[in-house]
């Protein structure tokens, strides 16, 4: 079968390259660029805490060595602390990582599968699609004809893949402007991110009412400056004087020593592609959708969707056409990239607004540092990561199903689990692999060998149940998971999150989720197709 053609080689288009090799699923990479990215320290990312775990998972570097996981974080306002917050030892923390370092670590992983090829100096220019595949044209030094079962666009916010198909990519022009700046600099806070708004010093022209500081390793920092609306040129003079005068008011002194490594511009737009799927041909990250005020994070998103779509393209890929299932990373995706529009249109207003009976409300300027706190730390109204409790593919109607901590359609909690060959392993681990993976919450067997338990009790019901499942599966045990009783049997997607949790062993209710989740029956016509293939 054809591979699958990724057009783009940023961030999103690596990892869902990565992904789809952990799947044993052959992808051809068309790189716009000359195959390298140039070091920009004012160009970083904020990942969460799972998203990060997804990057160290399928890159197999500890990036909480070449990036920052902060300490804590504290919102200020004026010379007044008004939020703190301190991630303690092993406590999930966002990671903040120069986006080249990202990169360079996934290009270095790519360079050791087989199955992915990267072609640089390769620019798309034309794309068509039939029911058995998609055919792209490149031009450039390396221009010809691709042959690909789908193409997936991660081809940034000027996507062409977007344009060739004509779909249209409404929203909001400059929702913020910040002058940033990367510098070498010893500041007050170790290891913490900051918010200052309405910093008590001023500066000559256009002032910025807040800046955010967002640590790096080796004594690097990022500095973002929110501009007044409009299209004033930030000039070198204004950002050192704006430099200066921060540094000095942080240190209540005058400006300590510091050495300017990169500067820039960051410009904040929202928009949201009206499709993200036309037949073979999808879109992912920025082609599909930007976003990033008030501290909101793109990127993550965009290594979301290479996660939910992965396991969906594998799962097609190897077992052959499934529309539901393919139909669903639209569905879910995007109404989780809306939903965080929407919040942040609701909510820009309140905190960018100025004057008015706000002024005078008790407590409302500490509420408003909350709520960028969230979408910073990524929690809260502005930040936490999406749900699929929504989603095609949630199972109806399980008469066995119960509660536990996690909603169904969230993200699984990280526990220790023992795979089928008797090793302990984190469940996280276990994702990513095309399959979907059963735990069974069974008290006690951690402290014994594999071999006394997996015979005796609900074990070889359970391990026939998941033999015939309609899909994939993996078997694991755990001691327990938050909220669930003992014999609680969870379902868990190959992203990573919960399908559902059942009461027992209940063979028919663990088939029928475990079918949902895959998209249901394939049709006739679609077995058809595939067997064509």
Request: charged letters at 25%; hydrophobic letters at 40%; one cysteine or more.
């Amino acid at each position: 079968m054809d591979p699958v053609i990724i057009v783009g080689a940023g961030p999103v288009g690596l990892t869902l390259a990565l992904a789809l090799a952990r799947q044993e699923v052959p992808s051809v990479v068309l790189d716009e660029g000359p195959g390298k990215d140039e070091p920009r320290l004012a160009r970083t990312v904020v990942l969460r805490e799972d998203t990060a775990a997804l990057m160290e998972r399928l890159t197999g570097v500890p990036l909480g060595e070449a990036g920052m996981r902060w300490s804590g974080w504290r919102s200020m306002r004026r010379r007044q602390v008004t939020n703190e917050v301190v991630f303690g030892e092993g406590e999930p923390a966002p990671l903040h990582i120069a986006q080249h370092v990202l990169t360079g670590a996934l290009r270095t992983a790519l360079a050791r599968e087989r199955l992915v090829k990267i072609t640089v100096d390769s620019r798309l220019d034309s794309v068509e699609q039939e029911p058995s595949g998609v055919t792209a044209h490149t031009r450039g030094p390396r221009g010809t004809w691709w042959r690909g079962s789908h193409l997936i666009g991660c081809d940034g916010p000027r996507s062409t893949v977007r344009k060739l198909l004509d779909i249209r990519f409404p929203g909001r022009t400059a929702v913020e402007r910040h002058a940033v700046a990367a510098l070498r600099v010893e500041l007050p806070w170790d290891g913490e991110a900051l918010l200052h708004r309405t910093p008590p010093w001023r500066s000559s022209g256009p002032s910025a009412g807040e800046v955010t500081g967002r640590p790096l390793p080796d004594g690097v920092w990022r500095l973002d400056w929110l501009l007044p609306p409009g299209k004033d040129l930030v000039t070198p003079e204004l950002l050192v004087a704006r430099v200066r005068e921060t540094l000095a008011g942080w240190s209540e002194g005058p400006t300590p020593e510091y050495e300017l490594l990169d500067t820039g511009v960051h410009t904040v737009h929202h928009r949201l592609a009206r499709r993200w799927r036309v037949g073979r041909i999808l879109l992912a990250g920025d082609a599909a959708h930007l976003l990033g005020a008030l501290g909101t994070q793109g990127l993550d998103e965009g290594l979301r969707d290479a996660d939910n779509l992965a396991w969906k393209l594998g799962l097609t890929w190897h077992h052959g056409p499934h529309e539901a299932l393919l139909d669903s990373y639209q569905t879910e995706r995007r109404a989780v990239v809306a939903a965080r529009l929407r919040a942040a249109d609701q909510v820009l207003p309140l905190l960018r607004g100025s004057g008015g009976i706000r002024s005078y409300v008790p407590g409302a300027a500490r509420g408003h540092d909350v709520l960028l706190s969230d979408g910073h730390l990524g929690r809260g109204q502005l930040g936490a990561p999406g749900t699929y409790a929504g989603s095609p593919l949630a199972p109806q109607h399980l008469e066995a199903e119960v509660p536990v901590d996690t909603p169904l359609g969230s993200a699984v909690e990280d526990v220790r689990v023992t795979a089928e060959d008797g090793s302990f392993v984190q469940l996280r681990d276990r994702l990513g692999r095309g399959r979907l993976l059963v735990v069974l919450i069974a008290p006690g067997t951690g402290v014994w060998e594999r071999r006394h338990w997996v015979s005796a009790g609900l074990m070889p019901r359970l391990a026939a149940a998941v033999t015939a499942l309609p899909t994939p599966a993996e078997l694991l045990v755990a001691e327990s998971y938050p909220g669930a009783a003992a014999h609680t049997v969870l379902l868990v997607r190959p992203d990573g999150h919960l399908v559902t949790a059942l009461n027992g062993v209940r063979p028919a209710d663990l088939y029928a989720a475990a079918e949902a989740a895959a998209g249901g029956k394939a049709t006739e016509e679609a077995t058809a197709g595939s067997a064509a293939q």
